[in-house]
């Protein structure tokens, strides 16, 4: 894959009829170098944000060594492209055929799981396996997040006692694990659900020897900027040393978004102007299904090579290239007034549920990736320290 300067040299050297996905390995190995020295425990890639095999390898480079898996398919994706990666089958409801699979052929033995049905089928499929660390899924609040993840899996907790003893009865190692829901804007939301597993431990008086927190860990996105992840670490290292468990009991966590959303960003052309509304060839059907369905706001940028600071910004909304009215993102997204059909726009952060959500659905969508040796838009990694928004205007210095 040929390298290029950065986005702006790719719009000028290419002039892509199509969207074109770019890729930063060096910012996705940054997250995970920072998750592997700074998260006090062991930090897990959630595949599902972006099972992209080159930014597997990527993470795998710069630490991550164990990698939340959440359906057979994921399993093997990650057994072929790491084989010495360690799995964690995540996925509280699974087919008895892929915890075989995942058992005796890929030497998963981790599993999660939130009901006795799940449990005896983990028992089932395993043959009564003596070597399982089986995570009981708990149920918290999303309160905290931009997306919720509550209402779908976890054991409520006056429900967890008989599920954590009968577990602790077949497991080698038992974990209680929980999600606080996606892009998660405190660290309270992580306090709040350790005091659930605090009160679930008591209630059942076992001994617990893995507590996972999860994903939910924040990227950064206009409007919505997170305090710094070392506030998060801290706040969970804190209420995990209160918890009432083994001195070698170990603290684990899932991050999806926050590991991947920096990786990639997306190069779009601009095919039609109508007010405020540009006609862009990706879009929900593409990598922003984020942007169409929750009206997340990604950062845009004009990529020109001119410095054009004298236009000043304002908001526009976006249309994808599919005959769908549904294919619409409000936004707004902020860009100079005068932007104009021809023109390339990359839109950032879509590294995480991008393009792991894209369709060719009436044949658009990115087919060629470059990637890029510039900054993205935004970061929660560069000199530790969340980044102000960039301006959306591309100064010439940046070529
Ligand atoms: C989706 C998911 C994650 C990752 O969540 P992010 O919000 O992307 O960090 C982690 N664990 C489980 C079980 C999940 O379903």
Known sequence: MYKHHSALGVALSLKPAAPVTLIRPQAAARAARYFSQKFPGRSLYAVKANPSPELLKTLWSAGITHYDVASIVEVRLVARTLPRAKLCFMHPVKAE??????????????????????????????????????CVRLRVSSEHSKLSLAAKFGVELIEAKELLQATRQVADALGIC??????????????????????????ASVTVDIVDVGGGFPSTYPGMEPPPLEAYFHAIHRAFESLPISYSAELWCEPGRALSAEYSSLVVRVERRRGNELYINDGAYGALFDAAHLGWRFPVQLLRPEANDEQGLEAFSFYGPTCDDMDHMAGPFLLPSGVKVGDYIEIGMLGAYGSAMRTEFNGFGAERVCEVADEPMASLYRDEAPLPQKSNVIQLSRR
């Open 97 to 134: 055929e892929a915890i075989a699979e995942a058992y005796f052929t890929h030497g998963v033995r981790t599993f999660s799981l939130d009901t006795m049905e799940e449990l005896e089928k983990i028992v089932r499929a395993t043959k009564g396996a003596e070597d399982l660390e089986l």
């Open 178 to 203: 929980f999600h606080v829901g996606s892009q998660a804007m405190t660290p309270q939301a992580y306090t709040q659900a350790i005091e659930r597993v605090r009160a679930a431990i008591v209630d």
